[in-house]
C-alpha cells in the first residue's frame, strides 16, 4: 500500500509539473509576432458594412416588397407576407444580424476612442452614424428593444438587458447623429480601403449622417409630444444652420456599397437561386404606375441595353407577352392570377442580381423628397416644386446618368422631368388639393426608396401613403402590419423584460404600433 501511495503521489507531482510547465509564458508562446494583438478599426468597418448592407437587402426582397407590392409570391400557403400574414420566426433575421454587427460598430468606435495609436475621431463618427442607421431600423421594425445596454454580454456579462422605450432611443440617436457632425467636422483621414461606401471620403459620411438626422426627425414630426422641437430641429439643419450640417448634395454622394463582381463585393442578390429570384411576380401597383408614366427606367426601347436584337431595361423587368403587367396585391386564395412580369435572372444582361447599385442605404432622392415635403408644410424656406421636381429627376438618373437634357431657363430644371411628370399627370400643380401633391411626393419617393431596406414600408406607417389597392386576401384586417413580433427566443432567454416591453408597449403583435405611430 506504501509503495502505491508513493507512486500515486510521484504521478501528481509530475503532473502537477508538466501543468506548471505548459502554462508558463503561456501568452508569449502564443502570440504570434507578426500579427496585431486586437483588430483595428480599420479591419472591422468594411466586413461590418458589407454584412449590414446585405441584411437589409434580404429582408427588403422577401419582406418589405412583399408588403408594399413592389412583389407578389403567387401562393395560397399560409404566412404569405403579401398577404399581411407572417410567422414569428421572420424576427430572428433582422433582429439577431443587426445587433451582431452593432457589436462590431461599437468596437470600431471603442478601439477609435481609446488613447494611443488608434485614435481617430472619424472613425468614432462613422461609427456612430452605423449604430444610428442600424438602431433606427431595430426599433421602427420591433418597437421598444434593448439598447442602452445591448450588446453587454461580452463584458458586462449582462445576457438579459433592458427593452428601452423608442422615445428615448430616437433622443439618443439624435445625440449620436449630433456628436458624429461634431467628429466628423475635426476629423482625420481615414484608410480607403477600410471604406466601401465612400472610399474612405470623411466629409461624406458627415452628409449621410446629417441625411439621415434628417430621415429620423421626419418620422418623428407627426407625434404630437415631440412635434414642435422636431420640426424646429428641421429647420435649424436646413435654413439656420444649415452650413453647419452639410448633406447629400448629389447623386454621386448618395451612400451606396457598390458591388463590384470581385469577393468580398459580390451582390447577396447574386447568391440566391435564379428560379427562387424569378419566383415572386411584380406588383401591380409597383409596374402599372411605370408604364402609365412611360417611365424610362422600364423603357427598353430608348434608355435599355440591347444585346442580339433585345432590349433589356434598366431595373431587369421582364414582359410577358411583350407587355408588361403584375399580380395584384393581396389577391383572394384560390384565384390563381396569371403571374406576368418578374426580375430577370444574373442570365440575363441587364438584372438586380448583379447591379452594383443595389447596396443602397440612403440616397439624394431620398434628401430632395425630404425637403419637400418640409417646404410643402411650411417648415422651411425654399419651393416645395423645386426640390419636388429634383427629387424625382434625382431618383431616375440614379439609375439612368445621362438621362438630362437642356434645362427649363424658368424653372433651372432638366426639360427632361418636367416633360415626364407632366405628360404622366403628377406634376408639381398648385391648382390641386394639398393631399394630392403629398400623395404626388410619395408616390414618387416610394419608386426612389427602391432597394433601400424597410424604407418604403417605415414611410408608409408613417403617412398611409402611397395608397396602395388593397385586395380581398389581405390577413390582418386588411391592415398594413404595424411591426414584427420578437423572435420567440427573447421570451426564454430574456422574460424579465420581454414581459416589461409588452406590458408597455401593448401584445407581441404584429398590429400593435410603435411609439412613433400612436396618437
Not at 209 to 227: I, M
Not at 446 to 457: E, N, P, R, S, T
Request: aromatic share 12%; net charge neutral; with cysteine.
Amino acid at each position: 500500500m506504501k509503495k502505491r501511495s508513493y507512486r500515486f503521489l510521484m504521478i501528481a507531482v509530475g503532473f502537477s509539473l508538466l501543468l506548471s510547465s505548459c502554462t508558463k509564458n503561456f501568452q508569449e508562446l502564443n502570440t504570434d509576432p507578426n500579427t496585431v494583438p486586437t483588430a483595428l478599426p480599420s479591419q472591422l468597418l468594411g466586413p461590418a458594412l458589407l454584412n449590414t448592407v446585405t441584411l437589409g437587402m434580404m429582408r427588403n426582397r422577401n419582406f418589405n416588397n412583399e408588403l408594399m407590392q413592389v412583389t407578389v409570391s403567387p401562393s395560397d400557403a399560409e404566412g404569405a407576407v403579401f398577404r399581411y400574414d407572417y410567422r414569428s420566426n421572420w424576427s430572428d433575421y433582422l433582429y439577431n444580424g443587426y445587433y451582431t454587427q452593432l457589436k462590431n460598430f461599437k468596437d470600431v468606435y471603442k478601439l477609435s476612442a481609446d488613447s494611443g495609436a488608434n485614435f481617430n475621431k472619424s472613425y468614432q463618427g462613422i461609427s456612430l452614424i452605423c449604430q444610428s442607421w442600424i438602431y433606427s431600423i431595430l426599433t421602427d421594425t420591433y418597437g421598444d428593444i434593448p439598447y442602452f445596454h445591448s450588446n453587454e454580454g461580452r463584458d458586462s456579462l449582462n445576457f438579459e438587458p433592458a427593452f428601452d422605450k423608442q422615445k428615448d432611443i430616437y433622443l439618443d440617436i439624435f445625440d449620436k447623429l449630433e456628436q458624429a457632425n461634431t467628429l466628423l467636422t475635426s476629423g482625420t483621414a481615414i484608410a480607403g480601403a477600410s471604406d466601401p461606401v465612400y472610399g474612405g471620403n470623411i466629409s461624406l459620411w458627415r452628409k449621410l449622417g446629417n441625411s439621415l438626422y434628417l430621415r429620423l426627425l421626419l418620422r418623428l414630426s407627426g407625434k404630437a409630444e415631440v412635434s414642435a422641437q422636431v420640426i424646429a430641429k428641421i429647420k435649424d439643419l436646413v435654413d439656420t444652420k444649415g452650413s453647419s450640417y452639410p448633406k447629400i448634395a448629389s447623386n454621386a454622394e448618395s451612400a451606396i456599397l457598390k458591388w463590384t463582381g470581385v469577393s468580398p463585393f459580390i451582390s447577396p442578390y447574386n447568391t440566391i437561386r435564379e428560379q427562387d429570384w424569378r419566383q415572386p411576380g411584380i406588383g401591380s401597383f409597383f409596374i402599372d404606375n411605370l408604364v402609365n408614366w412611360n417611365d424610362p427606367r422600364i423603357d427598353a426601347a430608348t434608355y435599355g441595353t440591347v444585346v442580339a436584337g433585345t432590349a433589356y431595361n434598366r431595373w431587369g423587368i421582364a414582359t410577358s407577352g411583350g407587355r408588361y403587367f403584375g399580380l395584384p396585391g393581396g389577391y383572394a386564395p384560390n384565384t390563381n392570377p396569371i403571374k406576368g412580369s418578374y426580375f430577370l435572372s444574373n442570365t440575363s444582361p441587364i438584372s438586380l442580381q448583379t447591379d452594383p447599385l443595389t447596396g443602397m442605404i440612403m440616397n439624394y432622392a431620398e434628401v430632395q423628397f425630404i425637403l419637400a415635403e418640409a417646404a410643402m408644410k411650411g417648415w422651411i424656406s425654399g419651393s416645395a416644386e423645386t426640390y419636388y421636381y429634383s427629387a424625382a429627376e434625382n431618383s431616375i438618373t440614379q439609375w439612368l446618368p445621362n438621362w438630362k437634357t437642356t434645362i427649363n431657363p424658368v424653372t433651372g430644371l432638366p426639360n427632361n422631368i418636367i416633360t415626364y411628370l407632366t405628360s404622366a399627370d403628377v406634376e408639381w400643380d398648385l391648382a390641386v388639393s394639398d393631399s394630392v401633391r403629398y400623395e404626388r411626393i410619395h408616390v414618387q419617393k416610394y419608386y426612389a426608396l427602391f432597394l433601400v431596406d424597410m424604407q418604403q414600408w417605415f414611410e408608409y406607417r408613417r403617412t398611409g401613403r402611397p395608397t396602395l389597392p388593397k385586395g380581398p386576401g389581405l390577413r390582418n384586417g386588411g391592415i398594413m402590419p404595424a411591426r414584427m413580433t420578437y423572435p420567440v427566443y427573447v421570451q426564454s432567454t430574456n422574460p424579465t423584460n420581454y414581459k416589461l416591453a409588452i406590458e408597455a408597449q401593448g401584445p407581441d403583435l404584429i398590429s400593435t404600433q410603435v411609439w412613433w405611430q400612436k396618437p
